[in-house]
């Protein structure tokens, strides 16, 4: 397939390739979207940690003047337009700064990180969909669409050998179409959802074969058990959270959840991430040397 033209463009089998979409395209589409929404990410996330940080004291307490007017600011409703998760992160987080006991601080910062990854994940859909799937279309378009790349002069064709042509190549087309999607779901989730951490380098399409800190074991705090159990309703490392489809929000969140909890406490994720000669150079609008 690769000697006939696969990948190229100008030749009879690229052309058609290339009029359907199949998973060789995607990689490409994967890698722009997954910038685009890191992007999106960053810019919200970060803004509201330092806004928060600065106006928020440590001693305020969650119904305090101080943190009323911090969640103000976030748009009233569920993502990805308004921001409701994003509130109640914030307050949880302020919540575990008035607690005394370990598990209880634990817990809450747990709940807050899976609503903010919660929010984001949902706010990030499209961004996800886009990197995986072809717009989807009818059969009949798929057959215009392929007959066209095979046969540029097919339009001129009579109406009596054009139409069923159509249908027949748009048929068969769109069954390879989604067939492909399902593929390529798969094939980037495997290939390309990889997490590169400090201490070690994880494959979102794999278990997360790391146990459970003690702090969360048989943890009764109710408003952190009630959203673990919508995303994992098993028992702590029971379950297998690879995730299959990257694309599934559902998924997604159970892989978060098991990687959240189970890194909760890893002391290489609160080192410092940038030597202060990195930082110096980001602000300069350099992109600095050594490991990013």
């Known amino acids: 397939l690769l000697r006939k033209g696969l990948f190229e463009p ?39 940690f330092a806004r928060f940080l600065a106006t928020v004291p440590a001693e305020a307490r969650p119904d305090s003047p101080a943190l009323r007017a911090f969640v103000k ?4 409703g569920p993502p990805p337009d308004g921001q409701d998760y994003l509130k109640e992160a914030f307050t949880h987080y302020q919540q575990q700064r008035q607690e005394a006991d370990r598990a209880a601080q634990a817990a809450w910062v747990l709940l ?10 949902t706010r ?25 790349a095979l046969f540029p002069r097919a339009h001129q ?5 054009h139409r069923p042509l159509v249908f027949l190549i748009g048929w068969l087309a769109k069954k390879l179409h989604q067939a492909a999607i399902t593929l ?9 959802m990889v997490l590169k951490l400090p ?39 029971s379950s297998n959270c690879g995730a299959q489809d990257w694309c599934d929000l559902p998924q997604r969140m159970h892989y978060i959840l098991h990687l959240f909890r189970a890194l909760a ?11 202060a000669e990195q930082v110096a150079k980001f602000r300069a609008g350099i992109v600095p040397d050594g490991e990013l």
């Not at 390529?184 to 390309?192: D, F, G, I, N, Q």
């Open 112 to 121: 807050a990180n899976l609503k903010i990854g919660l929010h984001e994940q």
């Open 265 to 275: 406490e890893e002391s290489a994720l609160f080192a410092r991430p940038f030597t």
């Open 73 to 76: 600011e976030f748009r009233s």
């Open 157 to 161: 064709w009579a109406g009596r050998a």
């Open 199 to 237: 201490h070690l380098v994880l494959s979102l399409g794999e278990n997360l074969a790391a146990p459970v800190p003690p702090v969360f074991i048989d943890n009764p705090h109710a408003p952190l058990q009630a959203l673990v159990k919508l995303y994992d309703p098993c028992a702590p490392g």
């Open 124 to 148: 990030l859909q499209p961004q996800i969909a886009a990197a995986v799937e072809a717009p989807l279309v009818t059969a009949a378009e798929l057959g215009v669409r392929l007959l066209r």
């Open 184 to 192: 390529t779901r798969e094939t980037v989730t495997k290939a390309m």
């Open 10 to 48: 100008d030749t009879r089998l690229g052309k058609a390739i290339a009029a359907i979409h199949t998973p060789f395209d995607a990689f490409e589409r994967a890698s722009e979207a997954v910038a685009t929404g890191n992007l999106k990410v960053f810019a919200e996330i970060g803004r509201e």
